[in-house]
């Protein structure tokens, strides 16, 4: 699975767009973007996956770059429920027949 | 909706006892997997099952059995409960696929083994 960074934290104010940022720069051709968020206290919450194409769901959208070397997660307008520790994770099993492996992750704090 | 539920949130061992962790997913997903996670260790897979009575070792299975008699249901036995076993447990499943199938995760079981 490629190597993905993310900054370790960052505050969004409640209404507004939270942007994630995540660097995948070796991501592999058959590589997918994941991205999970994890609640204290609570387990893992799938939101959003991609391969080349932005997505979007109910949840949020996912922007993958052309060169496909890095992506952003946006929640449309954040609300407290939002501050969570989010991951994401480049990966070609989708965890199909491999464990899922977090990095450290982005906190992101929604201030009223 | 997906749900995948495990059957406590908080458990509270002794030393030496055998221990049982259910998890049971409403998805028909054949894939299903039992993590724990740990600060500073992150998330660390224990065992998977990919069908029906069929498990595979994860990266930590030193301790730890699973079982898989029903498709929905898989189960994690702590086969004598040790202290370093304290930890949050998490169950997850998977659909069957290539590349595109993520993966859905219970609650978590808090266990404190004393």
């Known amino acids: 699975d490629a190597k993905t960074t993310q900054p370790p934290s960052m505050d969004c104010a409640e209404g507004r767009a939270a942007n994630l940022p995540c660097n995948h720069s070796t991501i592999s051709g058959n590589e997918y973007v994941y991205w999970y968020r994890q609640i204290h206290s609570q387990g893992p919450q799938y939101i959003i996956h991609?391969?080349?194409n932005n997505e979007t769901n109910e949840m949020a959208s996912l922007i993958i770059t052309e060169d496909r070397k890095s992506s952003t997660l946006i929640l449309p307008h954040a609300t407290l429920r939002d501050t969570a520790v989010y991951y994401c994770?480049?990966?070609?099993?989708?965890?199909?027949?491999?464990?899922?492996?977090f990095g450290k992750g982005t906190h992101l704090i929604i201030q009223p | 909706d997906v749900k995948v539920t495990q059957s406590s949130r908080y458990l509270v061992k002794r030393t030496g006892e055998k221990v049982f962790l259910e998890c049971v997913q409403d998805?028909?997903?054949?894939?299903m997997f039992w993590y724990r996670q740990d600060p500073g260790l992150g998330l660390r897979l224990i065992y998977f099952?990919?069908?029906?009575?069929?498990?595979e070792k994860g990266d930590i299975p030193e301790g730890y059995s699973v079982s898989r008699e029903k498709k929905e249901r898989f189960s994690l036995i702590l086969e004598s409960a040790s202290t370093n076993q304290t930890s949050m447990y998490l169950c997850a499943s998977s659909a069957r696929g290539y590349g595109n199938q993520p993966q859905h995760f219970g609650d978590g079981t808090r266990l404190s083994i004393l």
């Open positions: 991609g391969l080349k």
């Open positions: 994770i480049a990966e070609n099993s989708g965890g199909g027949a491999d464990g899922l492996t």
């Open positions: 998805m028909d997903h054949e894939n």
């Open positions: 099952s990919y069908d029906v009575k069929m498990k």
